[in-house]
């Protein structure tokens, strides 16, 4: 398995399912040494490379290293890669290189996902504060663009301010975790009583089919599959409740979505069948049949069964993972 293998594997994909920004700049890079329209002995250096893919140079590093591993280029003496021989495609070869956008999103979305999963993945294993000025130089950006991407993670609970106003990760303990599903038990029922009147019968019955769905082909979901599955409960369908203070408040503390999100990927399938399937068909078969009492109370028991499996996933990652350091990421004791 190729790096960028592993990575699509593991990773969540951008906005829109897009691929990641890596994986796309690999298999652009990839074609064109294939088919010859980088001959052997091109240079590819990082810098160009991003300018001309209207990306940062963080997603180009880690596709020329793919590259590599895959023998497609090597090092180059100083700096960059060189692109090797291989067997060029006939028809092809001729064929010019046209300038490639990989993405036409604002420039903080080009790493927001990136950057998010760089520290939710961590958070298991510790608490980290987050340098701004060093997330920006990592990723070739402007600390602008930089501000934006924390002030996203903050709108997402993924990060908060101390009391000296610097930004960290709360590593997620188990008290902690804890903390968090009892907010969310606590608001979420709420806000899907609230939601319920609101939302179109179509979307609940929607999200109804694909549980069901889900429920008997169990053993062939995925981690992304899973992800989605939660989205449409704990995203969309809480999405109606019309009490913005509320929905606000709902959606600081599903900052464990976002590690959710990671772990599905990490290690999807801890148990024969994933235990939130049929606890989310109870609360979408009574909201299809217009029971929202009963539906806000299998809400409430979904939440609080999963605390112990979302502390057992957490455990599992600390006991397997190993990240490797990143500038903007510094741990904190404790």
């Known amino acids: 398995m190729t790096a960028v293998d592993d990575a699509r594997q593991r990773e969540p994909s951008g906005a829109g399912g897009a691929a990641r920004l890596h994986a796309q700049a690999f298999d652009v890079l990839a074609e064109r040494v294939r088919t010859g329209r980088l001959p052997a002995g091109t240079r590819l250096l990082e810098s160009r490379v991003a300018a001309e893919f209207g990306v940062s140079r963080a997603p180009v590093r880690q596709a020329l290293a793919a590259l590599a591993e895959a023998g497609l280029v090597s090092r180059g003496e100083g700096r960059g890669y060189v692109v090797r021989t291989v067997d060029a495609g006939a028809d092809d070869a001729a064929a010019a290189a046209a300038p490639v956008r990989l993405s036409s999103t604002a420039s903080w979305e080009r790493i927001y996902g990136e950057v998010e999963l760089n520290i939710v993945s961590r958070t298991a294993l510790s608490a980290w504060r987050v340098v701004e000025a060093d997330l920006a130089k990592h990723h070739g950006v402007s600390r602008t663009v930089a501000r934006e991407v924390?002030?996203?993670?903050?709108?997402?609970?993924?990060?908060r301010k101390d009391d000296r106003s610097r930004w960290y990760a709360p590593g997620l303990t188990p008290g902690y975790v804890a903390e968090l599903y009892e907010l969310r038990w606590t608001l979420e029922p709420l806000a899907l009583a609230k939601a319920a009147p609101l939302v179109p019968r179509h979307v609940v019955a929607g999200a109804r089919a694909r549980i069901e769905a889900a429920v008997a082909h169990a053993d062939a979901l995925d981690g992304p599959a899973l992800d989605a599955l939660e989205a449409d409960l704990h995203g969309t369908?809480?999405?109606?409740?019309?009490?913005?203070?509320?929905?606000?408040?709902?959606?600081?503390?599903?900052?464990?979505l976002v590690a959710h999100s990671f772990l599905y990927r990490w290690n999807p399938a801890p148990y024969?069948?994933?235990?939130?399937?049929?606890?989310?068909?109870?609360?979408?078969?009574a909201l299809d049949a217009g029971d929202t009492a009963h539906a806000t109370v299998a809400l409430e028991a979904h939440l609080r069964a999963?605390?112990?499996?979302?502390?057992?996933?957490?455990?599992?990652?600390?006991?397997?993972?190993?990240?490797?350091?990143?500038?903007?990421?510094?741990?904190?004791?404790?």
Not at 150 to 159: D, E, F, M, T
Not at 244 to 256: C, G, I, M, P
Not at 307 to 326: C, E, I, Y
């Open 150 to 159: 924390v002030a996203r993670l903050h709108q997402r609970g993924v990060i």
């Open 237 to 256: 369908i809480l999405g109606y409740c019309p009490q913005r203070t509320l929905l606000d408040a709902v959606r600081l503390y599903q900052s464990l």
């Open 272 to 285: 024969p069948t994933e235990p939130f399937l049929p606890e989310h068909l109870q609360i979408l078969r």
């Open 306 to 334: 999963s605390l112990a499996r979302a502390n057992a996933r957490l455990q599992a990652v600390k006991r397997g993972s190993r990240p490797d350091p990143l500038p903007y990421l510094k741990p904190l004791p404790g």
